[in-house]
């Protein structure tokens, strides 16, 4: 019986931190939501001198997924590029996928 009340201490302790982990997040996901959302916003600085990141950071369950879309100066191969980006939209996603908020700039 010891044996046996041992085996379903260990199996609990084993468990909670398991349950305590929230829902793990498809980043891809979250940014393919996000590009839908956003298509017309991504569609205006896309040509030949840029391209748009899509990013997603994951703050489940706490907070929910924040989505940006950043248009960047495309460079050449061996020239140098500017470090920074333009944000042109950016989505809020509950932890469900569902969209919350989606602003265009």
């Not at 950016?90 to 700039?105: E, G, M, P, R, W």
Request: aromatic share 6%.
């Amino acid at each position: 019986m010891k044996k046996m009340s041992a085996v379903c201490i260990l199996a609990v302790l084993l468990a909670v931190p398991v349950l305590a982990q929230g829902p793990t997040c498809n980043e891809q996901r979250a940014e393919g939501i996000a590009r839908s959302e956003l298509a017309q916003c991504i569609a205006a600085p896309t040509g030949p001198g840029f391209f748009v990141e899509v990013d997603a950071l994951c703050e489940c369950p706490e907070f929910g997924i924040s989505v940006s879309a950043i248009a960047r100066v495309r460079c050449n191969p061996n020239e140098e590029c500017p470090p920074f980006g333009f944000l042109i939209g950016s989505v809020t996603l509950d932890c469900n996928y569902k969209v919350i908020d989606s602003v265009c700039f």
